[in-house]
């Protein structure tokens, strides 16, 4: 095919396909579409090669060689890339880059998502981008609302991603420049197969039907336990490593295939399995073995395994040193490597421009030009605008011009305010608001503000009240003290208004008064009124706005005497003479369009042809076409006006550019426009176009005109090309390049510098020295034509205006201040000026710098481009953990599956490394349109990021590659050597520390009127209260309404619990010490049962009752505590019996396993012969069962004896007496709650008032209105019930105190608990009910754990609970540091309570049980008489029972027996004093050894983690992390539509690095309520674990970090 001659097309097709090029450009037909329909309408005319089908949509193109290059124009691109950003070399680079990774199989997981919410972006599909956006770049008909040039993002919006992806580059395409350079004789694209073959995570056929589409997308991967031969993996392995000496090692996503593990990756078995799915077995029903990360076959374990396998293999070489962060995690610093490229040449030396050359007759001021051109010729036309349609609309001749300014100059001064307070004076500022079509109502504005000695501040038509970057805009008004804005009349009746017609203030605005410029509007001005016409002096002319990187809109002033020279600088370099003809597409309010167009254009009464944007959209051609009737000399473009001319044109026969003696290209500094400038002159040259005519310039705010290349004459040499090699840009350093020919960047000169100015390169950063001639740095000039300042901001002024270069030696090389431009480049050969990019786009990474342009050029050369819009992308740094990391933001088609995203994802990222050598930290797609954009229509790039960092940017797919980026983490830690027996102990000193050890009062020393104390055993208390006090009320159980539900007397409770006795003497035939489970709801019956098995001599085992709505998951617990606990019998109510032997029940477990059920309803009338008179103290008094929150069960066994003791100690801290009431609100069987609720009572004799907590569900107000109403002094509840009340309540303190509701009686208010204090909770719950009365000091927590029920309680005498700050990151050290309140990484600890009586803990090292200096962090153990006897397990597991409830020291105090509580905490000496006089030692909990993860070498508490997460988004409501083989798990719930979900994954994975230095491995979002969380209010993180592992959450999102 390449030899035969393409046949031409028949007018008619051409044209047709015309339309159809226009159609997808704007985005109305999809790419699938337009290649059917094209190759339809082609395939008459081209013959098919052999074997292909012409439906696939693969084109054969014919070569172009040049001798038909002219045929070319007529076939357009197909919409597959970004043109402007092209470079063939580029784009071969990157498929050279990708094709690296081709050979190996894909190991990237694909997240998994839920259904609704993949349907919902694609719901949005298939309506192309609204007309106000699509992107520029799209293609001519596109609908951007830009005019003229991009304005915002050109002058800093932000680090170029948006703003420079729109004014990039171009050039025809990769068949194009394949032909041009005579590479290859035929070219395919084929867009529709190109990177499906990189893939194994196709989708398994998604035509199946009704399945979860996660099931659809999954793969299992199985890794093969048996290796082939040994010999054969010996020798991959040593393959793979000399391959990662060639080569940085792969980091963004493919597994080699030589990889250790042998990887199979198969089909999802289809999603016919998830219908089968029965209710999700959660919690001990099915304990999954997890074991050494080999994985129970799950969908989401496999994804999870390959994410193992790819983060195996080595990342990028590891750093040497290390600099300290504050304390001893060191962090890891960037060391310069010793083979990177350094500066060699000599220091460069100042380059002066040629002389401004005044010619004689130029105008002493621009006011005055306007003056001599408007009385001399005042019918020469100044401005010709144009319509939609390409029609002149109006000719605006120097006359009228000049007579309309004065016009306006009057009005301004005489017509607003009052005569003796007129609004606006000279000097002052006030903003021009015109539309980017209109530039004859603005050129009269802005001389007659210029005329009135009146600031004009040139800004945008702000569209809504609420435009991105619209309220900056307003900051910068208000900054210059504008009260007046000057408009059209039709852009006045365009503003938004308020339904009484008056124009709101916009967001961020001062208040402004809107002034209409149209001369009928306008009084005459006398006859004998005349403006000042001075000459040019140090007056501010006019204030232009740029757009920072951080968003911020700045001012820069230019005085008129910069503003006439910068205009006698242009005239020189460009040979400007009086009437010429130039046309200008560009924006005319700032930047070159303002230079060139409106004000040197006068000072040479030249004629300015405007074509507004509107008419590039719809005619991209129409600035040629202008060019071509007016015969103009100059146009004045951007590089995506000569793309879109490229693309538009179609053949148009009668074009001539002969004419053109210069085309400024306005974005020439842009290193990727230098590919538009080389195919526009390869199409044109035909039409006339001479080569030395096109003349790219480099501009800035501050600087002005920084450089411009003049028209040449012909025949001269060809203007210089550097190909650079980005490796050595990344290090500042200019390296032409050699070896690789992967990643170059090919710059065009600028030319020279402007006459009458100086220039130098300086140092980016620091002090401004003098770069070396082959080091990039930035341009810095030194002219009258710049800016002089940034309005009302003298530092920042300073630092860009007033800069003083110095040479090496540190001396200044002038006295001459020196200005900014912001532009990044070198000065080359013969004084040529290159520019390699802007500061605002620079992002340094690891001390390599990398511009934000070049990054969106690699992404958008990655093949296919039907994924992405064109020119919505956006490239900006975020600053993690010390150093910047990249995120790639870019907006999807709404055609492109999950999986083609995915993929694309993948392939930038590999494309990135390969070419910049630097990974990508974050890359994320969202649906079309919806990125923020600024008033011309481009990217709104701070805004961006802003909506990035607050979790408000909802992408649809989100790939985060931490693992891969974050290089700087601290060091693993090697554990130090502890305290050993071998330090000298000198009495109670360890290493010259006090030892950690504390203790309660001293029982024995307590003198008390306690009769309880006489009996050993609690039934004789019980019958002993029943003799001497029988009508006393021991019990009172309130219902929801708050009423009483039943009571209970000393003579009740001995009675009923006699007929329990009985029963089972009767009925079950119980001997001596036989177990019985009591399946009671929290209430009354409860404590009959438990005192009536104390009556019989047996051992109560209380047990939760299953859930009647949730038999599935809770009777499968209740029947294990049964068989562990060897219960033979099971007392409960007559409804729990039923529930026990229904249907559902026999689904959950096997039912006729089950001991006899005795129900206790109707009990015998007989009382039993006799009651059973324990003997032994020491025997079991009952068995507290209960599931730790890793989700193991323990039971533990009480003896008669610990029993008394315990009731004791709490009847002294607490102060009991039979006169007292104390409120109780906690489930009643385990642990302390179980205490309070059943036992304290009869042995202290207080009445006790039982609220259960599942009452609080149907009224959350019942507990604090019962302590209220019955005056209690002293309550007990759980962490579930305080946050119930704090979320209920919140907004209800006002109703509650209007019923009486009155907590000021309370002086003791218990959080029962087994963890650390939750201070944030308990805070909350003080701050919220204060106005309640409830003092914050009453609020305290206890601590208890398995082998001692309660180690501390608040009690009623003694000091207030202290709060300390400790550092979180020494805390992972096992150490601990105070630090003050609010420094960094500090975490408050609260002290749970005093020590109770009878109790001595000591603080112990867990591993070598030695000893622990005072505020050093080690277990708690502790010794008392209310210890536990130990664990009761079925296999006798005597090993752990002796560990934990029988240790000693290994030194130091070897006699004592303790019991290991399993939690880590420390002691403190505090300066208050308790009861006795002593001294008061303070015990904070940190938390379980557990539940503790091991992470790097370090202990990390999830309950830490957990917090920082939650702070991070307001729809996090609740979060949990675990491990899993080394990976860390976070799981969030989300409060919030589910299109937030992808918005919490960068966030979540940033705050865990910020703040603990940890990568987040997977990120689960899920619904609220998934979390499980135990009675006491604590997470069952390890049943999260088996749920997610076993797939039963139903997650709305799951996210792999690289």
Request: contains cysteine.
């Amino acid at each position: 095919m390449a030899d035969r001659d393409p046949v031409p097309l028949p007018a008619e097709v051409r044209a047709r396909l015309a339309e159809l090029e226009l159609e997808l450009s704007e985005g109305d037909i999809t790419q699938k579409g337009y290649e059917k329909k094209r190759s339809k309408l082609i395939g008459a005319f081209f013959p098919q090669a052999p074997g292909m089908d012409p439906s696939t949509g693969q084109e054969r193109r014919t070569p172009v060689t040049p001798s038909s290059s002219s045929r070319y124009h007529r076939r357009r691109s197909s919409g597959s890339r970004d043109e402007r950003y092209r470079s063939d070399v580029h784009t071969e680079a990157v498929q050279a880059a990708l094709a690296k990774h081709k050979e190996r199989k894909m190991a990237v997981p694909m997240p998994s998502k839920r259904r609704s919410l993949v349907v919902q972006t694609s719901m949005d599909a298939y309506t192309p981008p609204d007309t106000s956006s699509g992107s520029e770049g799209e293609g001519p008909g596109d609908a951007d609302g830009e005019e003229g040039g991009d304005g915002e993002e050109e002058d800093g919006g932000g680090g170029g991603g948006g703003g420079t992806s729109r004014e990039g580059s171009i050039s025809m395409e990769h068949w194009i420049n394949r032909a041009i350079h005579g590479t290859s004789s035929t070219t395919t694209t084929t867009s529709s197969t190109a990177s499906s073959s990189s893939s194994s995570t196709r989708s398994g056929g998604s035509g199946a039907a009704g399945g979860r589409l996660a099931d659809v997308l999954a793969q299992h991967v199985h890794i093969s336990a048996h290796h082939h031969n040994r010999h054969h993996h010996h020798h991959h392995h040593h393959h793979r490593k000399t391959e990662n000496h060639s080569a940085p090692p792969d980091v963004t996503g493919y597994t080699n295939n030589t990889a250790a593990d042998d990887i199979q990756v198969e089909r999802a078995p289809g999603a016919g399995t998830a219908a089968q799915r029965q209710t999700p077995k959660y919690g001990n029903a099915e304990l999954m073995e997890t074991g050494d990360g080999v994985p129970v076959s799950s969908r989401v374990s496999a994804k999870i395994q390959q994410l193992v396998n790819t983060l195996k293999r080595p990342k990028r070489p590891p750093l040497r040193e290390f600099f300290v962060d504050d304390f001893e995690e060191l962090l890891e610093v960037q060391q310069p490597d010793p083979n990177q490229p350094k500066a060699e040449g000599a220091q460069m030396v100042l380059l002066r421009g040629e002389q401004l050359g005044v010619v004689t007759n130029w105008p002493p001021s621009l006011e005055a030009a306007l003056q001599r051109w408007g009385t001399i010729s005042p019918k020469a036309p100044c401005l010709t605008t144009m319509d939609n349609n390409g029609k002149p609309l109006y000719v605006l001749t120097y006359g009228k011009l000049w007579s309309r300014s004065v016009k306006v100059a009057y009005n301004l001064l005489h017509k607003l305010g009052t005569k003796q307070e007129p609004l606006v004076r000279p000097g002052d500022r006030v903003a021009l608001v015109f539309p980017n079509n209109d530039p004859a109502a603005f050129m009269t504005a802005f001389y007659g503000c210029l005329l009135a000695e009146v600031v004009p501040v040139p800004i945008e038509v702000p569209l809504t009240r609420k435009d991105a970057g619209s309220q900056q805009i307003g900051f910068l008004l208000g900054s210059c003290g504008v009260t007046v804005a000057l408009t059209s009349d039709a852009c006045h009746k365009g503003l938004p208004k308020s339904p009484t017609g008056e124009i709101p203030q916009f967001k961020g605005w001062p208040k402004v008064l809107w002034f209409v410029t149209e001369s009928k509007h306008l009084s005459k001005p006398p006859r004998d009124w005349f403006p000042h016409i001075k000459d040019a002096n140090q007056d501010t002319a006019y204030i232009e706005y740029k757009t920072c990187k951080d968003g911020s809109v700045l001012g820069v002033t230019v005085m008129r005497i910069a503003m006439l020279t910068h205009c006698q600088a242009l005239t020189q370099s460009c040979s400007y003479t009086e009437a010429e003809t130039i046309v200008n597409v560009l924006d005319f309010k700032k930047d070159v369009g303002l230079w060139h167009a409106v004000l040197t254009s006068v000072m040479n009464m030249m004629h300015v042809i405007s074509i507004p944007y509107a008419l590039m959209k719809v005619n991209p051609l129409s600035w040629i076409q202008k060019v071509c009737q007016n015969k103009a000399k100059v146009a004045c473009v951007k590089s995506r006006d000569m793309h879109w001319a490229l693309v538009a044109h179609r053949e148009q026969r009668d074009i001539s550019l002969s004419s053109l003696r210069m085309l400024v290209v306005a974005d020439g500094s842009n290193p990727w426009s230098i590919s538009s400038c080389d195919a526009f002159l390869n199409v044109f040259q035909t039409k006339g176009l001479k080569p030395e005519v096109i003349c790219p310039c480099a501009s800035s705010p501050e600087a002005l005109t920084v450089a411009l290349r003049r028209p040449v004459e012909e025949g001269s040499d060809p203007p210089g090309r550097g190909v650079l090699s980005m490796q050595g840009l990344s290090h500042g350093v200019i390296r032409v390049d050699s070896e690789e020919k992967l990643s170059v960047l090919t710059l065009q000169d600028v030319g020279s510098v402007m006459p009458g100015g100086m220039m130098c390169v300086v140092k980016p950063e620091g002090v401004p020295q003098l770069c070396k001639t082959d080091e990039i740095g930035e341009l810095c000039v030194c002219t009258v034509a710049t800016g002089t300042s940034y309005y009302g901001l003298a530092g920042m002024t300073k630092n860009t205006f007033e800069v003083f270069p110095v040479s090496n030696t540190g001396a200044p090389i002038g006295e001459f201040p020196f200005t900014r431009t912001g532009l990044l480049g070198f000065i080359g050969p013969a004084g040529l000026i290159f520019v390699a990019g802007k500061m605002d786009g620079l992002m340094v990474v690891g001390g390599r710098q990398h511009n934000a342009d070049d990054i969106v050029a690699t992404a958008l050369a990655v093949e296919p481009m039907k994924f992405v819009y064109r020119g919505r992308i956006a490239v900006f740094s975020i600053t993690v953990l010390h150093d910047e990391r990249i995120v790639v933001v870019a907006e999807q088609r709404p055609d492109s599956t999950e999986e083609d995203s995915f993929q694309w994802m993948s392939r930038v990222l590999q494309a990135i490394d390969g070419i910049h050598q630097v990974g990508v930290y974050c890359l994320a797609l969202v649906p079309s349109n919806t990125l923020p954009k600024t008033p011309l229509g481009g990217i709104h790039l701070s805004e961006t990021k802003q909506l990035f960092l607050e979790g408000a940017l909802h992408p649809c797919n989100v790939l985060m590659c931490p693992h891969t980026c974050v290089t700087n983490l601290p060091k693993p830690r090697q554990k130090q050597p502890e305290i050993g027996p071998a330090s000298v102990m000198v009495g109670n000193l360890v290493s010259g520390k006090r030892i950690a050890q504390a203790s309660g009062r001293d029982l024995a020393q307590i003198e008390d009127n306690d009769q309880a104390r006489k009996f050993l055993f609690l039934s004789e208390v019980l019958q002993w209260r029943a003799q001497t006090t029988p009508d006393h009320v021991l019990y009172t159980l309130l219902n929801s309404r708050g009423t009483i539900a039943s009571s209970l007397t000393c003579v009740q409770l001995h009675k009923r619990a006699e007929k329990i006795a009985g029963m089972l003497a009767e009925r079950a035939h119980l001997q001596d010490g036989d177990h019985v489970a009591l399946v009671y709801p929290p209430g009354i019956d409860l404590i009959v049962a438990f005192y009536g098995c104390l009556y019989a001599g047996c051992v109560p085992i209380t047990v939760r009752p299953p859930h009647p709505q949730n038999i599935a998951t809770t009777l499968p617990t209740v029947k294990m505590i049964v068989e562990v606990s060897r219960s033979v019998c099971v007392m409960t109510t007559q409804l729990i019996c039923k529930l026990l032997r229904s249907k559902e029940a026999s689904a959950a477990v096997d039912v006729r396993t089950w001991p006899p059920v005795l129900d206790t309803d109707d009990l015998p009338k007989k009382k039993p012969p006799l009651l059973y008179k324990p003997s032994n103290p020491d025997t079991l008094a009952y068995m507290d069962f209960s599931v730790s929150t890793t989700g193991m069960l323990a039971g533990v066994k009480m003896s008669h004896t610990a029993t008394s003791a315990f009731c004791r100690s709490i009847k002294l801290q607490c102060e009991l007496y039979p006169s007292r009431e104390v409120a109780i609100c906690l489930d009643p069987y385990c642990g302390l709650g179980f205490v309070l609720w059943c036992l304290c009572s009869v042995y202290s004799g207080h009445q006790s008032i039982l609220i259960p907590p599942a009452e609080l569900e149907v009224n959350p107000a019942l507990w604090l209105s019962v302590v209220s109403q019955y005056k209690v002094r002293d309550t007990f509840c759980s962490y579930s019930v305080m946050e119930l009340c704090t979320k209920g309540l919140g907004l209800q303190t006002e109703l509650l105190k209007s019923r009486g509701l009155d907590l000021s009686r309370v002086r003791t208010c218990v959080v029962v608990a087994e963890e650390r204090p939750r201070i944030a909770l308990t805070q909350s719950f003080s701050k919220l009910f204060k106005d309640l009365g409830l003092h914050p000091r009453a609020v305290s927590t206890s601590f208890g754990c398995r082998v001692n029920l309660a180690i501390c309680l608040q009690g009623t005498s003694g000091p207030d609970p202290t709060t300390v700050f400790v550092d979180m990151r020494a805390l992972r050290h096992d150490r601990v540091r105070l630090v003050e309140r609010g420094s960094p990484h500090s975490l408050p600890l609260m002290e749970s309570g005093k020590i109770l009586p009878g109790v001595r803990i000591i603080i112990a090292n867990p591993e070598t049980k030695g000893p622990m200096g005072e505020s050093h962090l080690g277990e708690i153990w502790v010794h008392s008489g209310h210890n536990a006897s130990g664990y009761f397990t079925v296999y006798g597991d005597e090993a752990l029972q002796s560990d934990h409830f029988n240790s000693r020291l290994s030194f130091g105090d070897t006699q004592t027996v303790w019991a290991r509580t399993g939690y880590l905490g420390f002691l403190r000496r505090t300066e208050l004093t308790d009861a006795s006089g002593e001294r008061h030692d303070a015990l904070y909990v940190v938390g379980a050894l557990e539940e503790a993860m091991e992470l790097r070498g370090m202990r990390y508490h999830p309950i830490d983690i957990e917090t920082s997460v939650i702070r991070t988004h307001k729809s996090i409501t609740e979060c949990a992390v675990f491990t899993w083989t080394n990976l860390l798990v976070v799981v969030v719930e989300l409060d919030g539509s589910e299109h937030e979900a992808l918005d919490l994954v960068p966030l979540v994975t940033n705050v865990v690095l910020e703040e603990h230095y940890l990568i987040v491995g997977v990120v689960v979002v899920v619904d609220i309520g998934v979390i499980p969380i135990n009675s006491r209010g604590e997470k069952q993180r390890m049943h999260l674990r088996d749920g997610f592992l076993a797939d039963q959450l139903d997650p709305i999102y799951v996210a792999y970090n690289m």
